[in-house]
T-cell receptor, first 115, second 113 residues
């Protein structure tokens, strides 16, 4: 158990809908990352938040947005869903200091199926 | 742009048959190279971090090594429970606290009796 929690484990929804994925980081970690894993693309970085502020963005679609709350949990919002958004979505957390390496610990993921 | 290439894509070993997985990378200033293990439908599980060329780390039947261009994950006398996908990722030095991981597509390892 990495200490990172994600809910829900599974989501099944229809095209055009909006969903929210939730992540709670490990105790003491200030940074949260979101990754998407699809069969043909591997793990792709979406976005990073550090202590409530956006720190880095990957190839995140405009239909997707995220935020990190004062208690450090994070939510990833996916809207106007398309079939191609079906994937595993992982949250990771780290201390994210400015020196040394920054090991990320991953949650169990949310499997999103868009029908 | 940071890039990670892993080979082979898939590897089938018999129990006790040692082998190595390869991870080639290009990165603008390596902050760390990471190995993760991922079981089907689960989140990646952290195995090792390597910081600089020449470094080696071991854990049970696994040993990770690092050069300036690639990393190897050596598996000695594997058991069926070592079957998983092994992911390699790099982290580059960036401004402030931004520290995303760039992943390879992984090596699917199957160990049979």
């Amino acid at each position: 158990d990495s200490g990172v929690t994600q809910t829900p484990k599974h989501l099944i929804t229809a095209t055009g809908q909006r969903v929210t994925l939730r992540c709670s980081p490990r105790s003491g970690d200030l940074s949260v990352y979101w990754y998407q894993q699809s069969l043909d693309q591997g793990l792709q970085f979406l976005i990073q938040y550090y202590n409530g502020e956006e720190r880095a963005k990957g190839n995140i679609l405009e239909r997707f947005s995220a935020q990190q709350f004062p208690d450090l949990h994070s939510e990833l919002n996916l809207s106007s869903l398309e079939l191609g958004d079906s994937a595993l979505y992982f949250c990771a957390s780290s201390v994210a200091g400015t020196s040394g390496t920054d090991t990320q610990y991953f949650g169990p993921g949310t499997r999103l199926t868009v029908l | 742009e940071d890039q990670v290439t892993q080979s082979p894509e898939a590897l089938r070993l018999q129990e006790g048959e040692s082998s190595s997985l390869n991870c080639s990378y290009t990165v603008s200033g390596l902050r760390g190279l990471f190995w993760y293990r991922q079981d089907p439908g689960k989140g990646p599980e952290f195995l090792f971090t390597l910081y600089s060329a020449g470094e080696e780390k071991e854990k049970e039947r696994l040993k990770a090594t690092l050069t300036k261009k690639e990393s190897f994950l050596h598996i000695t006398a594997p058991k069926p429970e070592d079957s998983a996908t092994y992911l390699c990722a790099v982290q580059a030095w960036a401004t402030g606290t931004a520290s995303k991981l760039t992943f390879g597509t992984g090596t699917r390892l199957q160990v049979t009796l």
